[in-house]
Structures are given as C-alpha cells and as structure tokens.
C-alpha cells in the first residue's frame, strides 16, 4: 500500500471512487466551469490529491472548450493516479497537456516538483494531513501570482436511506453518520504528528495570506427512484460506513447492514427503489497577492 498519513488503503476504494465520479459527473462538470471561468486563457490547474480522476476530467473538458491548457495530477497513491490520467486522457484531446506528479501533498517541498498553477483544487485531501493549516500553506506556494486556491472541505452528510428501511431499529442512517463522525475524530487523532486546527478553513485560507476568501456550496441531488449506477453508489457508501462503524454499531444495526449488502438476499439494498444520494459540499476559495 503506498504510503498515505491516514492508513487508509485508497487502492481498494478506486471502483467505489469510480463509480461516484460516474454520477457525479454532471454537477462536477458545473463545479470545474464555475471555476475555470475565472482563470486566463490556457490556465493550469493543479488537482491535488486527484484520487479517481472525476474532477480532473471534469478540468481538462472546461479547459478544452476554452481552447487548452494543462491539468497537473497530483498524488501519493501510483493506483490513483494512473486511474486519474487515464479519465482525463479520453477528454482532454490534443488541447490539454496533462502531467502527472506523484507525491504526498504535505511534502515541504512539494512546489519544487510541481508547475506553479492559476488554480489549486484539494477535494477532502487537506483533512487527512498531518498538520491542516501547513497544508493549506504548502497548497498556496503552488500557485502563480493571483492563482486561487478552492478546497472542497465539509457542507452536510450524506444521505442515502429512508428512515425507516424496515430492518432493525428505524434511524439506521443517523447512527451510521454517528459512528462515521466518531471514526473521523479517531482517523485524525492516529496521524503520526497531527496537529488540531481549532477554527474553519476560511481562517486557514486567509492565514495563508490569501485575500477574497470566500465560499459556495452545491447539492448533489440523486432522488428516487434512482439509476442503477446510483443504486450501486449506495451500495458502495453503505459498505464505506459499514468498515468505518463496525466496532461502533450495535449488532441489530451491523445485521441489517450485511443484509442491505447482500446481493442474493431479499433485502439487497440495490434492489430498493426508493434510495437516493443527496449531499450539499462546500468550495472554500481564495485568491493569491
């Protein structure tokens, strides 16, 4: 497993990552305009922590209507990154450069080894560091003179189920989000050399020494019924929540967890017709001097 500060193994998520760029596609192509259309003609974008490559592809395709320029890939995780160019090799044609760049995003001398950008995108990367508010600085020194910085960190969880799924207690929702709350607060405190950050990332952008630091949220909004591609993200989320709350939840909640996870069984939670993915996430941005 390459080496990650979380000791997550993010190798073995890569089809569930997939599968959440898949049909996630459309609001992250409206994510990457918003953005892009602020940068200069042929702008690089540096995607940090480009993981399965959705919103890197999502660049290369607002970058390739603007007539070109180049997307970095950035990551620690050789599986990731090859998935990465390779989503944004089939739409970037002949008007994107791509370059891949592998390397752990805490490195101090991460600038040294990749190509100043006018933009900056860290997507859930800078929660999983070691230390949040070097890490935001480390991301500031990769852009180039009123380059801009945008963090995807935090909005509202997950929601998935209904609350009442008719196995075990109803609520089954709440408590996984519960125990994924409790994971996160241990994930973080067992980082070798973690360092709190007891304030929001519009403090950490402006500390930095960004200026016109501000932020917007999106939704992600997959209603019932839903697609079979979006059944299967449930899926894929329900066994994410599983590892993460299993020695959090009870046994009536883990029981009806394996059965929404049974794909022979009855109660195959990619059999319902009344799950749906809705989620809000939050860009954080700022501009440098």
């Known amino acids: 497993m390459a080496h990650t500060h979380d000791g997550i193994d993010w190798t073995s998520r890569l089809v569930a990552m997939r599968r959440t760029d898949e049909v996630e596609a459309e ?19 540096i995607d940090v922590g480009s993981g399965s490559g ?10 390739a ?22 989503a944004v090799a089939a739409v970037a044609g002949d008007k994107v450069e791509l370059v891949a760049v592998l390397a752990d995003a805490a490195d101090p001398a991460l600038a040294d080894h990749v190509p100043a950008g006018d933009l ?22 990769l852009l180039n003179p009123g380059g801009r910085l945008a963090l995807a960190e935090g909005g509202l969880t997950t929601r998935c189920l209904p609350w009442d799924i008719g196995l075990g207690e109803p609520g089954l929702q709440d408590r996984l989000v519960a125990a994924q709350t409790a994971w ?33 949220s999106y939704l992600v909004d997959l209603p019932a019924p839903a697609s079979p ?4 993200s449930v899926a894929d989320w329900l066994a994410w929540m ?34 749906f993915v809705l989620s809000a996430n939050t860009i954080h941005r700022g501009r440098a001097a």
């Open 242 to 275: 599983a590892r993460v709350g299993e020695d959090r939840l009870s046994a009536s909640d883990l029981d009806a967890l394996a059965r929404l996870m049974d794909r022979d069984g009855p109660d195959w939670v990619g059999g319902r017709d009344d799950v």
């Open 27 to 45: 609001v992250n192509c409206w994510v990457a305009d918003r953005l892009v259309d602020e940068l200069p003609d042929g702008a690089t974008v």
């Open 184 to 216: 996160f607060a241990d994930m973080r405190a067992g980082i070798e050399g973690v360092v709190r950050m007891p304030f929001g990332w519009n403090r950490a952008l402006a500390e930095a020494g960004l200026t016109d630091v501000g932020a917007f």
């Open 229 to 232: 591609a979006v059944r299967e």
């Open 120 to 141: 900056v995108w860290a997507s859930r990367v800078v929660h999983h560091l070691p230390d949040e508010r070097q890490g935001v600085a480390g991301l500031v020194r």
């Open 65 to 86: 209507v603007r007539g070109g320029g180049r997307v970095v890939l950035v990551d620690a995780v050789p599986e990731l990154q090859a998935a990465a160019s390779e």
């Open 54 to 63: 959705g919103m890197s592809a999502a660049f290369a395709a607002a970058l």
